[in-house]
């Protein structure tokens, strides 16, 4: 019997640090199953911050946006529990964390990334298809019947009305200044460099983001970690994805042709920064 059991000496105990896989399109974007939501991600959230000797969340990052309100309620969600918990929140940015990805990377007190991730995309965006000459060729006449004159904004089957951009333009800046309001609350004093470079919309690779204090320097989940909590940390991952039977078998949309798009759109998404 050695003398630490002999005594009742229990060894120190490992530090412990939950990981979150925060990986796809964020919102209905992204194909069923694929994509991130708060309704997916509010339970694996909860588990994340559920034990009781917790020394730090994880987020492991690889997102390159989506829907604006799913990422500022998964960002609110994990801020609330942060604070809640009174535990720190660091994220790891693997290939991208740009526009809704980089809101995510927010909710954490520090951000770092690999030297070759891209990082930003402070901006929103909106796009779409116009078809109203294809219609004429095609000698399709086009019936819509509204009550409210303003129904039928930006109807792609119709021509733009130069009142209809002013509004999108001016709903998109708005949309835009929450965002440089939330990046400006929880960046502070970090941030360098004036409005006009650092949310333009544009994306730069981590030495660069680094310089600009929108994130905090390099280094990968694991090697992090162990530095800041020694060896013996215990890294656990919470599972994100539900791979039960109904999941696989509820999970899918009944159309294959909507699953295509869906995967075209999340795509798209994706080859923005060339991955």
């Known amino acids: 019997m050695t003398e630490k059991k002999r005594f009742g000496v229990l060894p120190p105990r490992k530090p412990h640090v939950t990981v979150l896989e925060l990986n796809g399109v964020i919102g209905s974007t992204g194909r069923p199953g694929r994509s991130l939501t708060l309704a997916k991600l509010e339970k694996p959230i909860d588990q994340a911050f559920k034990p009781k000797r917790l020394d730090a969340v994880a987020l492991a990052i690889n997102s390159p946006g989506g829907s604006p309100v799913q990422s500022r309620l998964i960002h609110d969600r994990i801020r609330a529990l942060a604070e809640e918990k009174e535990v720190p929140v660091y994220a790891y940015v693997e290939d991208v964390a740009a526009s809704g990805g980089y809101m995510l990377a927010l909710a954490a007190d520090e951000i770092l990334a690999d030297s070759s991730s891209i990082v930003g995309s402070i901006g929103v965006i909106s796009g779409g298809f116009g078809f109203p000459e294809a219609l004429t060729k095609l000698g399709v006449e086009r019936r819509v019947y509204t009550a409210g004159t303003d129904k039928m904004r930006l109807d792609p089957f119709r021509p733009e009305k130069p009142d209809d951009i002013d509004w999108l333009k001016g709903l998109l800046g708005d949309m835009h200044e929450i965002f440089v309001d939330l990046v400006k609350a929880r960046r502070g004093r970090r941030l360098s460099g004036d409005d006009a470079a650092l949310f333009n919309g544009d994306v730069w690779l981590a030495g660069a983001a680094t310089r600009l204090g929108l ?18 940390v215990k890294i ?15 999970g899918r949309s009944a159309s294959p042709a909507s699953d295509g798009l869906a995967a075209l759109e999340e795509r798209a998404l994706w080859s923005r920064f060339g991955l």
């Open 215 to 232: 994130i905090d320097g390099t280094a990968s989940l694991r090697d992090d970690l162990r530095r800041r909590f020694g060896e013996r």
């Open 236 to 250: 656990a991952k919470i599972p994100t994805e539900d791979r039960g039977l109904a999941s696989k078998l509820f």
